[in-house]
């Protein structure tokens, strides 16, 4: 196993006593970008000083921009069965849980599809619970297929990324045929006695499998795989150095890491109590976390959801956040049931604006929110995802895609004041663009979806 508990310890224990002086020592190596070791990483989620904590958000916000621009990718999930067989401590779903447990039919899965398509929505996250007899992979394959056949006027599911639990790698096969977006699994904890602990008696519980599922998956052909760890299990500085040296095992052994990686929080659920987590974190460790992910792996997208409120959002989009969801809901059905005014939720939401203010609120924050699909669409998924990025020619891919797919959003869902917004922007931003081939073509572009043309990328 690739995740080594006393090494991770020791780097910790190491890092325990590091002086300011070594602090500042591994922000500069940071600065000039130069690759950090593991123990720089412990070193920088040590950092208690003010001054050097605003020095480090100041860095992931400059490393953050000068990778991914302004734009924020906009998403939504979409839960089509709470049916689960696991019994994970802190989640809602668990089979302790009595409710009754539902998954959607393919004509209720089109219905929600049509919803989130109403809402301008184009890349959407598919969640279900582990249940080989009411979930199998082929009521996924069915899932994606009926997602991307679903159009509603002008709405249309471009990318749709998968959560589902560890499978074979004949599974990921299958789910690669299927034209799955990012694979997305969420190790919860890195830390093997509490995650043994939170998953009891369970095809969950099998630590080794769960953490090698992405193993299997980029065997049988996925090469975008999205992690995550829910903070609040266990010790945070261990799940972020677990995060780092997986990604860094991906990376040796099939050439990519982590396309992005969550950052979940624990919230509370149905059957837990948030009293029995030691670890959870409080805010402004919750920043810190953000901004070393972000300067360790500066090309992984940061995918923050609407577990967390409206100020916390706005405030981690500056130290790394680079994609976020809106107008979610987490419950099966849940986008029909909010229409009638009910809810059955995995877990509680903070933000519940629908994504029209949120994306005003962006734009007035100085940034592009995008509904931008193309990489994946122009055969941009993992290694060469990552060479693009990572010789910082991204941005002339990611900026003008995010100018257009907003100009559609405006077209097709905006009101009067977004419409403004976005003309405003795109006229601020197009002037700033340096190369004068992208600049015309963001022009051309806004040009053809006001003459109808949609669905425009490059
Ligand atoms: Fe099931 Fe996932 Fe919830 Fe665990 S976290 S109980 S696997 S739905
Ligand atoms: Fe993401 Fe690629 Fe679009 Fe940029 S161009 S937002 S990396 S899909």
Partial sequence: ??????????????????????????LKKAEKRAGLSHKDIAVLLQIEDEKQLKEMYKLAGEIKESIYGKRIVIFAPLYVSDYCVNNCVYCGYKRCNKFT???????????EVRLLEKMGHKRIALELGEDPVNNPIEYVIECLDTIYKTQNSNGEIRRANVNIAATTVDNYRRLKEAGIGTYILFQETYHKPTYEFMHPKSIKGN???????????????????????LFGLADPKFEVLGLM??????????????????????KPAEGMNLKDFPHLLRDEEFKKIVAVIRIAV???????????NEDMRRELLKYGVSQMSAGSST????YKAREAGESVEQFKTSDERAPLDILKELIGDG?????????YRMGRTGDRFM????????????????????????????DEELRKKTEALIKARSEEISRDDIKRIVIDNVKKLKAGERDLYL
């Fill in 1 to 26: 196993m690739f995740i080594n508990e006393d090494y991770i310890n020791g780097l910790l224990e190491q890092a325990r006593g590091a002086s300011k002086e070594e602090i500042q020592q591994v």
């Fill in 101 to 111: 447990r539902r998954k959607l039919t393919q004509e209720e899965v089109a219905e």
């Fill in 207 to 229: 630590y080794d499998y769960h953490t090698t599922a992405f193993d299997r998956a980029m065997e049988g052909g996925i090469d975008d795989v999205g992690a995550g760890v």
């Fill in 245 to 266: 040296i997986h990604n860094e095992h991906l990376e040796e052994k099939f050439g990519v890491g982590f396309h992005t990686i969550s950052v979940p929080r624990l």
């Fill in 298 to 308: 500066p090309f992984t997208g940061i995918i923050l959801s609407t577990r967390e």
């Fill in 331 to 334: 419950g099966v059905g849940g």
């Fill in 367 to 375: 940034y592009i929110p995008s509904y931008c699909t193309a990489c």
């Fill in 387 to 414: 060479s693009l990025a990572k010789s910082g020619n991204i941005q002339y891919v990611c900026e003008p895609n995010a100018l257009t797919t907003l100009m559609e959003y405006a077209l097709d869902y905006g």
